[in-house]
Every structure is written in C-alpha cells, then in structure tokens.
T-cell receptor
Framework: AQKVTQAQTEISVVEKEDVTLDCVYE???????LFWYKQPPSGELVFLIR??????QNEISGRYSWNFQKSTSSFNFTITASQVVDSAVYFC?????????????FGQGTELSVKP | KAGVTQTPRYLIKTRGQQVTLSCSPI?????VSWYQQTPGQGLQFLFE???????NKGNFPGRFSGRQFSNSRSEMNVSTLELGDSALYLC????????????FGAGSRLTVL
C-alpha cells in the first residue's frame, strides 16, 4: 500500500525564518513520483515540484528547496527566509507508475503560518 | 491559457438529494481527476477519466459517479447525499501521457444539510 505521512500538522514561524516541512512516504513501486502542492486560502492546489524515483538530486528554486532521500523515504521541503505570502497548507503527494496518472496519494498536509 | 474551471463554486443541498458538479479542463488536456477534501479524511482520490473512459477509481461507494464527454469536460454526480459528503470537491487535469502533473481547479464546496 502507498502512504504519505506529514507529521507536522501546523507550523508557525516569524517572517525571515527558515522552515522545513517533512514528508515521509511508503511504496513498493520501484518507479514513482513525488510532489509538493501548496493550497492557499482560496482553495486551489498549486503545483510546486515533481520528482521521480530515479532522480535524487536536490532542487532549489528561489527560496524553495527540496531534499529527496530514498534511503529514508523522505522528500522534505525547505523555505528559506519565509514570507507572509508563504502562509498556506502544503501537501506532499505520491504517485505510482505513469498509468496511475491522475491518482495521487496525499499526506494530511502541513499548515504553515508565517507571521510578520 | 484558461485554467481548470469548476462549477458551481458553492452549493447547498439536503440529505437524500443528488448533485452534479462540472469541470472543464485546460484546453488540450484529456485526463480529468476528481478529489474530495474534508477536514477529517484530507484529500482523497475519487476517479480519473481519460478519453471518456474511467482509468482509475478510488475507494468510494457507488453513489459517487462520473463521466467525461468528447470535449474532455467532466461531471461527477453524488446521489442520495449524506451529511458526510459535505466537502470541497477538486477537479484536476493533466496533459501528455504520463505527465502526472495535475493542475487543479478552485473546487466546488458542497454543504449537505
């Protein structure tokens, strides 16, 4: 069975602090994809990143960075110098082989609150 | 390029009624997926349609059904509504075989009284 665990339900930081959102996954697939989505108060899920299981390179995009470690089945997300606009619920998700296309297994989400 | 459009955005129904939600995917996207989001269960996959055929199905009762039209627009229907069906229903489309990247709509918030 596939499962995604985001142990942190809520995180509160002060602007300019760095914050890391944890994600641990379980799957028996050898090929899989990992995602992060952001859900602002408007409700629409916004895609942030996709990683496939063969690509363990870390990625940095502006203030966002992702650390993928197969050895620990983790795909953590770090926001550097957080801003109030980063306040949202963040979801980590897992997908199996490509023919599962639209079927993502989501974690429970981490609500990030960035205070000025 | 227009995003994923869901209608209606908000609706209120009573127990026992049925509801139909609509989703227009991004132009050119042939896959449409539906998700239910509740505070207790989080985001759960309902089903996916690709080229008018159901490609994947989640673990929901038969009261939840969907379909896709030749123009890729999709509808989902919930019959005999229960209080527990109150949720945000999100639709997502993806383009390109195996792309896996879903673009979500703003959702339809259903309240069942």
């Amino acid at each position: 069975a596939q499962k995604v665990t985001q142990a942190q339900t809520e995180i509160s930081v002060v602007e300019k602090e760095d914050v890391t959102l944890d994600c641990v996954y379980e799957t028996r697939d050898t090929t899989y994809y990992l995602f992060w989505y952001k859900q602002p108060p408007s409700g629409e899920l916004v895609f942030l990143i996709r990683r496939n299981s063969f690509d363990e390179q870390n990625e940095i995009s502006g203030r966002y960075s992702w650390n993928f470690q197969k050895s620990t089945s983790s795909f953590n997300f770090t926001i550097t110098a957080s801003q109030v606009v980063d306040s949202a619920v963040y979801f980590c998700a897992l997908s199996g082989s490509y023919n599962q296309g639209g079927k993502l297994i989501f974690g429970q989400g981490t609500e990030l609150s960035v205070k000025p | 390029k227009a995003g994923v459009t869901q209608t209606p955005r908000y609706l209120i129904k009573t127990r026992g009624q049925q509801v139909t939600l609509s989703c227009s995917p991004i132009s050119g996207h042939r896959s449409v997926s539906w998700y239910q989001q509740t505070p207790g269960q989080g985001l759960q996959f309902l089903f996916e349609y690709f080229s008018e055929t159901q490609r994947n199905k989640g673990n929901f009762p038969g009261r939840f059904s969907g379909r896709q039209f030749s123009n890729s627009r999709s509808e989902m229907n919930v019959s005999t509504l229960e209080l527990g069906d109150s949720a945000l229903y999100l639709c997502a489309s993806q383009g390109g075989r195996g792309a896996n990247v879903l673009t979500f709509g703003a959702g339809s918030r259903l309240t069942v009284l």
